[in-house]
Structure formats: C-alpha cells, structure tokens
C-alpha cells in the first residue's frame, strides 16, 4: 500500500487522461463552442439589428446559450468511459470517488466553461455590451460556468445508464441551472446599467464553493448507482 | 421504536393497518373540506379590494403550501429509503410525486385565473408564481427519471440521489427568483397575508389541514395499490386475492400467464 498515489497526483493523472482523449477528437470538443456562437447569431437574426434591443438583451442571451452549450457537452462526460467499461475500473481505484467526479467536471470545464471565457468578449462586442459590461460578463463565467458542470455532472451520473439519456439529463439539469443563470445574466444586467454587481458576484461564488464540496458527492452516489 | 419501523415497514403490516386508519382519515378529509369550503366560499365577507375574487384563495394558498410540503416529504422519504434501504419509503417517495406535481399544477393554474382579475394578465412573473412553475420543473424531471429505469431498486435509488439534491436546491431557486423579482419588479404585487382578517384566516387554515388530509387519503390509496403491485408474488397477496375473487379466477389467470 505504500505505492499509493497521492490525491492530487490521482486527480492530475485523470485530468491528463481525458484532455489527451479530447484532444484526440478535437472536432468533438469544439462542438460546443460552435454551437454556442451561432445561437448567440441567432438572436440578432431573429430580433433585428438594433443596438439598444440586443444591449438590453444580450445579457439574458449570452448566458442562456453558455447554460445550453454547457448543457450539450455534459453527456461526454461519462458516456464513452461507461460504454466501454473503463468507468467500472475508474470507481475500483482506491481513492474517494469524490476525486473521480471532481477530475471529470474540471476537465469538462476545461474543455466547455474556459474557451467560452475566449469567445465571450467577441460575442459580447457583437451585441454591443459596453466595456464594464464585458469585464463583469467575464467574472460571471468564470465563476459560473465551474458550477455549470459540477450540477451537470449529478445529472450525467443519473441517467449515465440509460439508453435514451440525452433529453432527460436537460429535464433534470435546468433547472438546476436557474439560480446561475438568474446571478450570473443580473450581474452583466446592473453592470450595463452602472449598477454595482458586488451582491451577484459573491452569491455566484458562494453558489461556486457550494457545488465544488457537495455536487461531486452526490454524482458520486449516482455514478456507483449507475454502475450496479 | 425501532422496532415498530420495521413492523410498520413490513408492506403486509402496512397494508392492513393502513387499510384500517384509511376511511377514518378519508372520512375526517371530507369533513373538514366540506366545512372549509362553505365556510370560505359562503361564510366569509368578500375583500373590500379584491371583492368575491379573494375565495380562489382557499384553494389556491392550501395547495400551494402542499405543493412544498409534499416535496420535502417526498426528498426525505427518498432518502430514507436511500440509507435504510427501507422499500416501503421508496413506495411512499415514488407514488407522492404525481401527487406533489398535481398539487403544484393546480396552482399554478389557480394563480393564473387569480391574476387575471388581480393584475390584468393570465400570467404575472410574480416570485412565487415563477418558483411554482420551476418546482413544476422539478417534479417532472423527478416522475421521467424515475420512469426511466426499468429496474425498480435502481429507479428509487437514483431518483432519491435527484430528489435529495432538488431539496438542497429549492432554497437556493426560490431566494434567486425572489431577489430576480425584486430587482426587475421594484412594485409589490404581493398580497398581504399578514394582516388577513380571521374571518378568513379560519377557512383557510380549514382548509389547508383538509388539503393536507387529502394527500394523506391519496397517499394511502395509492401506497396499498403500489404495494399490491409489487409484492403480488408473495403469498399474502394471492391469499387476499384468493379471498376477493375465489380461487378459479385467479388459477385460471395464473395459467393464461
């Protein structure tokens, strides 16, 4: 037992692991982010070209396409890893599965929550959000989308068994995502107005420290459900 | 104590206790619904405000309040079975949430004709409205997950993971929507239900213990039926269908399976 790695080396290891994979199918991975510019697209071709429309808008757009790119890349999480049988071997090892959980939501919001940090300024630009606007939009995704893909991840471990999985893991995740959503689009909202954000960004990053100790738990019971 | 949970867990105990307390229960239900209703829909004074419009409230705030009640309820039986591995609470969890989403529904749509006259709209994205509507959400996505698996164990287990974690969140959603509300609509459209008068309060409360009576009645009705269901192999059961039916009925259906 001495040969045990640590907890940190263990949550590293499969990090590593499931980057190389991702990076392995790349068009897989840049799904979302496409996916997520063009319904931002959408919205001005939908609405008319006017400034002051999608200022006051682009908010609300902005983080409800974050929420549902960050939605469709969820299924990956644990999909591949259950079909071919290396998500049994992964709950064996002996650390907490607690770990497990905790590497794959990271690596999801490596992959999903980080790059739209990237786009988001250029979308927001877009659709004319002022400057003090974008800087809080990108606070609010920095915070928000690492609590996206922890609640998503209990989601994902529910239904990882399951055949038809994919609709069901949206009906179960929304509204999980409501209070993100409220916090993080009123936040970008009073920043557009001038309004100070101070009260959004900290109950965000209360929302964030809440999910990081409690959601990988109970995704952790419903991956050994799963599994059985 | 111990003891009487696990005599009382025992699905043929249940089973025949229950079956004793139902038409007391049921029968105290009807009273008390009987007596809420007349008294709030004849006996009371109409609002000087809202005029005959107010009496959808003793409808309206008694499933509102079970709509919550039942949910937590629902969590906690979920968990309990989780943890005990209990199959009874996982009867009693699986079978309350239609009940709780009915409850929910009703009102919403209760809510919605209030504010037509109340507001001016069908639908006002009041706090408490819009957190029904969200508990809605939830309750549905509880009902498809559970449906979904085709192993009952397996199905109690991972909905009690979702219903546990919905309860955390209910909280959470409602503060979000009530601060969301304030910040978008600074005027109050709430209705004062602190300085309601008793000739109100009395059918209300009436009526809410009614209501919650109902759900004990439902609950009941629906718990003997799910655990007839399911326990339908074990020899107490074919003895009790046996007795209802004779015994050339259910050999007969017992061959054609």
Redesign the interface.
């Known amino acids: 037992m001495s040969e045990r790695p640590g907890i940190m080396s263990t949550l590293g290891a499969l990090i590593r692991r499931d980057l190389l994979l991702a990076l392995r199918r790349r068009a897989q991975a840049l799904n979302p982010l496409v996916f997520f510019v063009i319904v931002v697209t959408l919205f001005p071709l939908g609405l008319g070209p006017e400034p002051n429309l999608l200022q006051k808008l682009a908010p609300g757009v902005l983080w409800v396409a974050a929420l549902l790119s960050a939605m469709l890349s969820l299924e990956a999480m644990f999909h591949s890893d259950f079909e071919d049988g290396s998500l049994e071997q992964l709950l064996l090892i002996p650390q907490p599965v607690f770990i497990i959980v905790l590497a794959k939501a990271l690596t999801h919001w490596l992959l999903s929550g980080l790059p739209l940090l990237l786009l988001a300024p250029l979308l927001a630009l877009w659709l004319h959000l002022p400057g003090e606007a974008i800087l809080v939009l990108l606070i609010t995704l920095a915070l928000g989308a690492p609590v996206l893909s922890l609640i998503g991840a ?1 989601g994902v471990a ?2 990882v ?2 055949r ?2 994919g609709v ?1 893991l949206s ?2 995740v ?3 995502y ?2 993100v959503l ?2 993080g689009a ?1 936040a970008v909202d ?1 920043a557009a107005m001038g309004l100070s954000v101070g009260a959004q960004l900290s ?1 965000l990053g209360a ?1 964030l420290a809440f999910a990081v100790t ?1 959601a990988p738990w ?1 995704a952790g ?2 991956l050994r ?2 599994v ?1 | 104590m111990w003891l009487w949970i696990h005599k009382f867990g025992s699905p043929k105990y249940f089973y025949n206790v229950s079956g004793k307390i139902l038409p007391w229960v049921a029968g105290a239900t009807a009273l008390l619904i009987v007596i809420g209703l007349y008294l709030g829909l004849f006996a009371s004074p109409a609002d000087y405000q809202q005029r005959e419009t107010v009496r959808i409230m003793y409808i309206h705030v008694p499933s509102a309040w079970n709509s919550m009640f039942i949910y937590l309820l629902m969590a906690a039986s979920a968990a309990i079975g989780l943890i005990w591995n209990i199959k009874l609470a996982d009867i009693v969890a699986a079978v309350s949430a239609p009940i709780g989403a009915s409850f929910t529904f009703i009102t919403l749509v209760t809510g919605s004709l209030w504010g037509k006259p109340m507001w001016g709209t069908w639908w006002e994205w009041d706090a408490r409205l819009t957190s029904e509507l ?1 508990l809605l ?2 309750y ?2 509880y009902i ?2 559970q449906s ?2 085709e192993d009952r164990r ?1 199905a109690a ?2 909905s009690a ?2 219903a ?3 309860a ?2 209910v909280p ?2 409602y503060y ?2 009530q ?2 509300n304030t ?1 978008h609509q600074p005027q109050s459209l709430g209705v004062g239900m602190s300085t309601i008068h008793p000739s109100m309060l009395w059918p209300l409360l009436i009526m809410a213990l009614g209501f919650k009576l109902l759900y004990v009645v439902i609950l009941l009705m629906r718990t003997r039926a799910e655990v007839l269901e399911r326990e339908r192999n074990n020899a107490w059961v074919q003895e009790l269908a046996q007795a209802l039916v004779g015994k050339s009925v259910i050999g007969s259906a017992n061959e054609y399976r």
């Open positions: 209990i529910l239904t068994g399951l038809r999985g069901l009906l179960l929304l509204p999980l409501i209070p409220i916090m009123g009073s109950i929302l409690l109970a019971a419903a459900i799963s059985e | 969200i959400f939830l549905l996505g498809a997950l979904a698996f397996l287990r991972a993971v979702l546990i974690v919905g955390v969140n959470i959603i979000s929507v601060w969301w910040l």
